[in-house]
Nanobody
Framework: QVQLVESGGGLVQAGGSLRLSCAAS????????SGWFRQAPGKEREFVAG????????YYSDSVKERFTISKNNAKSTMYLQMNTLKPEDTAIYYC?????????????????WGQGTQVTVSS
């Protein structure tokens, strides 16, 4: 069983930055393809960024490309999401997710494990 725990959320002004972390236990991130999703009030959970098992192949949704950077430190079994130039529309609960299968995935149903989420609020 894999447990994922997010941290690093908070309140920030528009234009500011935050870095989210996701720590894995039970299995290391080196054996998992992983990603970040977010869910705003009244909206469905949406894909933000994903990264391969080795950490060398990141990919992003169009809405965060050029502003967010996903990375992972497999030795520490931790994944990160560096968020820059934040906008009010980035306000959401951010979830860490992971799966055992290979390959890119941008839909929630393809992920096996989920964290509890961390709130990110961007004020205008």
């Amino acid at each position: 069983q894999v447990q994922l725990v997010e941290s690093g959320g908070g309140l920030v002004q528009a234009g500011g930055s935050l870095r989210l972390s996701c720590a894995a236990s039970g299995r290391t991130f080196s054996s998992l393809h992983s990603g970040w999703f977010r869910q705003a009030p009244g909206k469905e959970r949406e894909f933000v960024a994903g990264i391969s098992r080795g950490g060398d192949t990141p990919y992003y949704s169009d809405s965060v490309k050029e502003r967010f950077t996903i990375s992972k430190n497999n030795a520490k079994s931790t994944m990160y999401l560096q968020m820059n130039t934040l906008k009010p529309e980035d306000t959401a609960i951010y979830y860490c997710a992971a799966k055992s299968a290979f390959g890119r995935a941008t839909t929630t149903t393809l992920y096996d494990y989920w964290g509890q989420g961390t709130q990110v609020t961007v004020s205008s």
